[in-house]
């Protein structure tokens, strides 16, 4: 007698990794940039320094839960969870973009946010002294100045990371397909 799909890792796998593309893909490339376009600089701050937590928790946990509840080949006699991440024939296909994903997602939850957070309100403590806003065009005080230069880094170190998690998300999903083949 067939068992039920309800208690196959699978499903769970599938909607997982749908979620984290998804979720992945619609910040990046939607959500973010409209948000951006749309409201005051303020705001857009206040927003996505409540996003942010969030957002890199489900790109650093989403990837644990794929490696644990990968799914067994029982054509090619590979086991499920993370005995067949590190199976032979999946280390390239399965467990370097898993890991990729834990890797990218963990920095910026540990690492980049934590410092872009703390930047961000060094800036507001330097825009009351200046009495300008980190934003307006220049001249900006020498202090201003670093730390305009030091988030623009920052920034762009979080974002490698983020699109780093993006290709290494579509990339696992070309794994997935093949295995569904």
């Known amino acids: 007698m067939a068992t039920s799909i309800l208690f196959s890792v699978a499903p769970y ?3 997982s990794y749908g979620t984290l593309l998804g979720t992945t893909f619609f910040h990046s490339f ?10 005051q600089r303020p705001d857009f701050s206040a927003v996505q320094r409540k996003i ?21 080949s029982k054509l090619r006699g590979i086991a499920g969870g993370l005995a ?6 999946n280390h390239w296909t399965a467990l370097a973009p898993l ?15 934590p410092l872009v957070t703390q930047c961000m309100a060094d800036r507001w403590a330097q825009e009351k002294k200046d009495g300008k ?12 100045s670093a730390l305009n230069k ?16 993006f290709v290494a998300t ?8 093949r295995r569904l083949q």
Do not use: W
Request: with cysteine.
């Open 170 to 177: 579509v990339a696992y999903g070309f794994d997935i397909a």
């Open 52 to 72: 942010f937590p969030i957002y890199f928790s489900a790109q650093t946990f989403i990837p644990l839960f794929l490696a644990l509840t990968f799914p067994a």
């Open 99 to 113: 890991a990729a994903m834990l890797t990218c997602g963990a920095a910026n939850l540990l690492v980049m946010e």
């Open 30 to 39: 939607v959500n973010g940039i409209i948000m951006f376009r749309t409201l």
């Open 150 to 165: 030091r988030f623009g880094k920052l920034h762009g170190i979080s974002s490698i990371f983020n699109l780093g998690s």
């Open 13 to 15: 796998h599938i909607i």
């Open 84 to 89: 067949g991440i590190f199976h032979d024939s």
């Open 133 to 144: 806003r980190s934003y307006d065009p220049a001249p900006h005080s020498d202090e201003m």
